[in-house]
Structure formats: C-alpha cells, structure tokens
C-alpha cells in the first residue's frame, strides 16, 4: 500500500522528497498584516531555506530529524533570483 508522501509525489511530479535530515536553524516570525506564522528552516547540507506557514507556533525543530515534502521556488526581488524551497509536508522522522 503506498503512504500519503508517494501519493503526492507520484501525483505532482514537481514535488521532491527528502528524508531524515537534521534541521540546522529554525526561526518562526509572525506575517505582517496576517495572522499566519512563517517557519523558515535549514537543512543540513543544504544552502536554501524551506520556508512554510502555520497559523500558530510550534516547538523549534532545530537538532530534529524530519522528513520534508518541497518544490523549488524562485522569486525575482529587484532582477535578483532567489531561490527557496515551498514545504508541502513536513513531518518528525
């Protein structure tokens, strides 16, 4: 039987999946003009943030292993790329 995680990957082919790594940095700042969360995490061994919202906070993962469901963004701020990873899914390893 295939898991929610496979489901989606096989179903979004853009979508990547990477398991048991250790979360570096994990810092949650409140939106402006929002009442969401923004969780910005690093990964180990990986030079850009997975960045996902949540209307509330939650315990820093920072030391934790997790699994992570993602795609690639780009954003273009003054002709500038910057790439980040958009986190579908995130879960404790």
């Known amino acids: 039987m295939k898991s ?3 489901k989606l990957v096989e179903k979004h082919r ?6 048991n790594v250790k ?3 994990h810092v949650q700042r409140e939106e402006k003009d929002s009442d969401w969360i923004r969780h910005t995490i690093m ?6 943030p997975f ?3 949540r209307k509330q906070q939650y315990q820093s993962l ?6 992570v469901t993602y ?3 780009v954003e273009d701020v003054a002709g ?3 790439e980040t990873m958009k986190v579908v899914r995130i879960k404790r390893s």
Do not use: P
């Open 71 to 73: 795609y690639r963004h």
């Open 14 to 19: 853009q979508l990547n999946q990477t398991d």
């Open 23 to 25: 979360v570096m940095s």
């Open 4 to 6: 929610e995680r496979q």
């Open 62 to 67: 920072k030391g934790a292993r997790v699994n």
């Open 43 to 48: 990964l180990e061994g990986i030079d850009v």
């Open 80 to 82: 500038i790329e910057f």
């Open 51 to 53: 960045i996902y919202r």
